[in-house]
């Protein structure tokens, strides 16, 4: 998963919000930070990981309508 980041006008990094699926425990939460190849996840239930990159699937949220 590659991300592209986006900056303020003050040169802050604006993190978006990555809603994101961990495989193959099919855990969800949301993307809080890279490095290298791994990825730092905020798991829905509460708990920190960092997993592999080709363990993380982006999901899409329904939108709301």
Same mark, same amino acid.
């Given at each position: 998963? $590659?991300?592209?980041?986006?900056?303020?006008?003050?040169?802050? @990094?604006?993190?978006?919000?990555? @809603?994101?699926?961990?495989? @193959?425990? $099919?855990?969800? #939460?949301?993307? =809080? #930070?890279?490095?290298?190849?791994?990825?730092? =996840?905020?798991?829905?239930?509460?708990?920190?990981?960092?997993?592999? #990159?080709? !363990?993380? !699937? !982006?999901?899409?949220?329904?939108? $709301?309508?």
């Amino acid at each position: 998963m $590659k991300l592209e980041w986006e900056y303020t006008k003050d040169g802050k @990094p604006v993190v978006p919000i990555v @809603p994101v699926m961990v495989l @193959p425990e $099919k855990r969800y #939460g949301e993307l =809080i #930070g890279t490095s290298d190849n791994l990825i730092g =996840i905020l798991l829905n239930s509460g708990e920190y990981v960092d997993v592999p #990159g080709n !363990r993380v !699937r !982006r999901i899409h949220r329904p939108r $709301k309508g």
